[in-house]
């Protein structure tokens, strides 16, 4: 089992790592302290005085409010709400239906056909960044990617009671 400073988990962190080494990282086994090593690095990053319990993607995370909820927030701390509700629901939404919307992204050789597939592109309503982009038949429900079990990660997987940890 290999263990990273943290400048490397840093350099992970930030899409700096070379491919050789990114991949040797990614095929050992993991350290068992790299999660609380790069939960450190996200917090110190965003200097929220809200708890970091979890990433769930690029630009969202499962945070601990003071008031004690688990909400979902953006990097600008925008507010999705609990993160057992589907965040995407409250996110702006905009859909690519249209051959000529389809085109702003794709080439028309490489353009899905509207009446086959959708792009729907997830923005969050406080800073405007794009959070995800779902590739869906028309009509398809809003997918809902993760929902984690918590406590189960925390007790069963770090070792550390999720009411204990932070």
């Known amino acids: ?10 350099e992970l962190f930030e899409g700096r790592l070379p491919a050789d080494q990114l991949n040797a990282m990614r095929s050992a086994h993991k350290d068992p302290a790299r999660f609380e090593q790069m939960m450190e ?17 690029e630009s969202l995370y499962i945070v601990e409010t003071t008031s004690g909820e688990r909400v979902v927030y953006c990097e600008c ?5 609990d993160y057992r509700v589907n965040w995407k629901l ?14 702003e992204v794709y080439s028309a050789s490489s353009s899905a056909d509207p009446d086959w ?8 309503p406080g800073c405007l960044r794009q959070l995800e982009v779902e590739a ?11 929902e984690p079990d918590l406590e189960t ?3 069963e997987w770090l070792g550390t009671p999720l009411a204990d940890s932070g």
């Open 117 to 124: 597939m959708e792009l729907r592109e997830f923005y969050c």
């Open 41 to 57: 690095i996200h917090a110190a990053r965003l200097r929220w005085p809200e708890r970091l319990l979890l990433p769930l993607g």
């Open 153 to 155: 990660f925390y007790d």
């Open 77 to 81: 701390r925008h507010d999705f709400g």
């Open 1 to 10: 089992m290999t263990s990273y400073d943290r400048k490397t988990l840093e």
């Open 90 to 103: 409250s996110a702006l939404i905009f859909v690519r239906d249209t051959d000529a919307l389809m085109q």
């Open 136 to 146: 869906v038949p028309p009509g398809y429900p809003v997918v809902f990617d993760f």
